[in-house]
């Protein structure tokens, strides 16, 4: 199985659906997810936690 499959389901059910509207709300989820995994071991957790 690719490693890239899910991005190439997740881009074909945007584009056949006409869903365009989940692409927004799909990169602040990775951006978020990506900002809680960056600062799990940095200094500013608790404040990152906080916010949540």
């Known amino acids: 199985m690719s ?3 899910i991005f190439q389901e997740i ?3 945007l ?3 006409k869903k365009w509207w989940m692409a927004p709300l ?4 990775v951006l978020i ?3 809680l995994v960056f ?3 940095s200094a500013l957790a608790p404040f990152i936690y906080a916010l949540f």
């Open 11 to 13: 881009w074909l059910f």
């Open 39 to 41: 600062a799990q071991g």
């Open 33 to 35: 997810g990506g900002l």
């Open 15 to 17: 584009k056949e659906g």
């Open 26 to 29: 799909l990169l602040i989820l």
């Open 3 to 5: 490693r890239f499959s």
